[in-house]
């Protein structure tokens, strides 16, 4: 038996803003620069009002209007976010509220990045092999938006809000071959929000803005990213990751028909493929025009590159996640 990706569907909220608007609003940053190093030009942001939920119940109303299969075929619900609409319940709750599922369909959060896509698939197939779901509805949505200072150049050029969900089933001769996936608790520092959880709880003082060493503002409040440590560190451990994967399994990076790496950055990409050797017509990138969707930009850049051909089923794929945590994770499936 293994665990396969039967489909997926997006969603992204109405409102973008270009790499012109930033210019538009902060004269002073050097926007084409920023624009080339980064490979982001344009991102969708959430309305004032609009949570992850209101993205995520969008691309699952999607999901089960294209789908062969109605939501009483589903079985569990699972829902990745790392900005969910209340401290309790989880956003899989509101969903199985508002689908109106059975009460035997089990549902549950769980809170991780940009690794989020690897680590859900490895959870989905526990929980199929054992004999808890035939169907589970993955979602991965987030609104990094609202955590983010706007004239924090660091992350405001880098992210975008977006929804995806995904039908995740099981089948004897397709899908999931091997996963690996990895962590790095000490590095936690590296991109993370210190204010708003028990620890820290918000305050006069957690929302006043400082200036960091390179100039960008934000409060304990908003996320705080070490670009240049989280890109080091995935430069060094992630193409370790892959090739102790491919070993495992006896393959050869040459015998992938397609590599689904998270969008991070064209900076990250880039060095991914350098490390590796890979060949770069195997390697898809959509964040010229969704930006770095956290854990949803995995399925988002599946689900692009398939509509553009450039994926087809019974491709050998790779799949590699890696961010907030800091955590990381790569797979081989049949797609």
Request: include cysteine; charged fraction near 20%; aromatic fraction near 10%.
């Amino acid at each position: 038996m293994s665990v396969y990706i039967r489909q997926i569907e997006y969603y992204l909220p109405d409102r973008i803003i270009t790499n012109d608007d930033l210019q538009a609003i902060h004269p002073e940053w050097d926007i084409q620069k920023i624009g080339e190093k980064s490979g982001v030009f344009k991102r969708h942001i959430a309305a004032e009002q609009e949570t992850a939920f209101d993205l995520a119940r969008n691309a699952v109303e999607k999901l089960l209007l294209n789908a062969k299969l109605s939501k009483d075929d589903i079985q569990g619900i699972l829902f990745c976010t790392q900005s969910p609409d209340y401290i309790m319940p989880s956003n899989a709750f509101l969903i199985h509220k508002h689908f109106g599922f059975a009460n035997n369909v089990w549902a549950f959060d769980f809170n991780l990045a940009c690794s989020g896509y690897v680590f859900g698939l490895s959870i989905a197939r526990g929980m199929m092999e054992t004999h808890l779901a035939e169907n589970i509805l993955f979602i991965n949505a987030d609104t990094y938006s609202k955590f983010i200072h706007p004239n924090d150049r660091s992350t405001q050029v880098l992210f975008g809000d977006a929804a995806a969900a995904s039908i995740i089933s099981k089948e004897d001769n397709r899908g999931i071959i091997d996963i690996s996936l990895a962590s790095s608790g000490k590095d936690y520092e590296s991109f993370y929000i210190p204010a708003g959880g028990c620890r820290l709880p918000k305050s006069e003082r957690t929302a006043e803005i400082v200036s960091d060493h390179s100039g960008n503002l934000k409060s304990a409040e908003n996320i705080q990213m070490n670009g240049f440590a989280v890109w080091q560190f995935i430069s060094r451990v992630v193409p370790v990751q892959i090739i102790d994967l491919l070993r495992k399994n006896k393959l050869e990076l040459s015998d992938i028909d397609f590599f689904g790496f998270h969008q991070a950055s064209k900076l990250t990409l880039d060095s991914l493929v350098k490390a590796l050797k890979i060949d770069p017509n195997k390697v898809y990138t959509n964040m010229d025009r969704v930006g770095n969707t956290v854990s949803a930009s995995i399925p988002i850049a599946l689900k692009d590159a398939e509509l553009e051909g450039k994926l087809k089923r019974g491709d050998l794929v790779l799949l590699s996640g890696f961010g907030v945590g800091l955590s990381y994770g790569s797979l081989i499936m049949k797609y």
